[in-house]
Every structure is written in structure tokens, then in C-alpha cells.
């Protein structure tokens, strides 16, 4: 799951402890989202930075929350034809496990995955949301362990 980190980053997740994934307004990245089930681990990648990289990780809490800025005709995500008998933007609540000590940066995974087994190394995505199968996972987890 990414975001930036000047907008909220693993360090607000840390001081929060629990976070709704909100603002998704990307119908792939939402369908992705809602396959999620309470208790999958979730890598926090920063993006939009130099490296970015995976930083973190999450836990999922609750599935199937309806996105309160979808109504909010303040916020930066409000959609003018969601309606409160029909919302069309769900989200989920995170839970900080922790924070890795170092970054793995963008290229190491480049370097180290193919675009089937992650698919945040694929060129030109830009999706927020991506499932990692559980294999690249433990290898993941075996990189941020080296």
C-alpha cells in the first residue's frame, strides 16, 4: 500500500497506531482493497520520494468501511455522485506493526522481483494498491531481515 510521506507516512502511522485507508478512487486499487481480510499484513511503501521503498508494515483491522470523504465536499476525494444510500468508495482500517531500519528501496526490488511476483516493479504503475502472494512476501521480509 502506498502514499506519500509528507501526506501520511509510516511515521504517522507509528504515532497513530490505527489509520483509515481512505481517498482510494482507483476502481482496480478499491477491488484490491476489498479482498483484503482482517488480520493480512501489508507492506507501507513511500512513494514519490528519492528512493522510494518499502518502509513498513500494517495490519488489516476492519474491511469494508465505508470512505467518509467520498461525502465531504471539502476534501480533496469527495465524489459528487456518491450518496449515503449508495457509496461507491470503501476503505479499511490499518494497525501499525512496525517500522523496518532501513528502506528497501525501488531498484533492489527491481533487482530482486519480476513484474509477475510484485507488481509495484512494473514501469508506469501507479496503482496504491497491489496484492504481494504470500512467497514474495516471506521473501520480502527475508530482504528487510538481511
Given at each position: 500500500m502506498k502514499s506519500e510521506p509528507d501526506v501520511y507516512g509510516i511515521d504517522h502511522l507509528a504515532r497513530e497506531q490505527t489509520t483509515l485507508w481512505d481517498g482510494i478512487r482507483n476502481y482496480q486499487a478499491r477491488n484490491f482493497m476489498r479482498s483484503m481480510q482482517v488480520g493480512d499484513q501489508a507492506f507501507f511503501y513511500h512513494s514519490n520520494i528519492k528512493p522510494p521503498g518499502i518502509v513498513g508494515l500494517m495490519e488489516v483491522l476492519e474491511t469494508g468501511l465505508v470512505d467518509p470523504s467520498q461525502f465531504?465536499?471539502?476534501?480533496?476525494?469527495?465524489?459528487?455522485?456518491?450518496?449515503?444510500?449508495?457509496?461507491?468508495?470503501?476503505?479499511?482500517?490499518?494497525?501499525?506493526?512496525?517500522?523496518?531500519?532501513?528502506?528497501?528501496?525501488?531498484?533492489?526490488?527491481?533487482?530482486?522481483?519480476?513484474?509477475?511476483?510484485?507488481?509495484?516493479?512494473?514501469?508506469?504503475?501507479?496503482?496504491?494498491?497491489?496484492?504481494?502472494?504470500?512467497?514474495?512476501?516471506?521473501?520480502?521480509?527475508?530482504?528487510?531481515?538481511?
Open positions: 465531504d465536499p471539502d476534501s480533496k476525494y469527495f465524489d459528487p455522485s456518491a450518496t449515503q444510500d449508495a457509496p461507491r468508495w470503501d476503505c479499511v482500517r490499518l494497525g501499525y506493526r512496525r517500522s523496518f531500519p532501513h528502506l528497501l528501496s525501488l531498484d533492489t526490488l527491481r533487482d530482486s522481483f519480476t513484474t509477475d511476483e510484485l507488481m509495484v516493479v512494473r514501469r508506469g504503475n501507479r496503482l496504491s494498491i497491489m496484492p504481494v502472494p504470500e512467497a514474495t512476501a516471506l521473501r520480502l521480509l527475508a530482504l528487510l531481515a538481511a
